[in-house]
């Protein structure tokens, strides 16, 4: 477990720790902080996922400097946000299946159009 530490004030790429939240379960028991990201969504994170210098010495799983939203990306075919699926694990192609199986049918084509012009004299 980390030694605990004050982190309220601080900021964290798009993550500005509001809060102490009390004791997790999880990861070994650690500290949990209230944060706000700039969009203005609220979520707890536990110490051990923060960016702090402390942890950075040592990198362990997954840091959270914003929210799920936030940590998204336009999908390549609609341009809808793509969030993080489930408990933030994970990334996903596209915004829905529909827009998975458009994606992959396009690329689909492009792969049999490249290996037709690859066959031309």
């Known amino acids: 477990m980390p030694p605990e530490i004050d982190l309220t004030g601080r900021v964290f790429g798009r993550l500005t ?18 944060c706000r990201c700039e969009c203005g969504t609220e979520l707890d994170v536990p110490q051990k996922r923060l960016p702090y210098a402390e942890y950075l010495r040592r990198p ?28 933030g694990h994970g990334r996903r192609a596209a915004c829905s299946p529909a827009c998975a199986d458009a994606r992959r049918t396009r690329q689909g084509r492009e792969l049999m159009r490249a290996r037709r012009l690859a066959k031309l004299p």
């Open 60 to 87: 362990r799983g997954r840091v959270v400097d914003a929210c799920a939203v936030c940590r998204g990306r336009p999908c390549p075919e609609c341009g809808a946000m793509i969030t993080l699926t489930g408990d």
């Open 17 to 34: 720790v509001i809060a102490k939240n009390g004791r997790t379960t999880s990861y070994g028991g650690c500290a949990v902080y209230r």
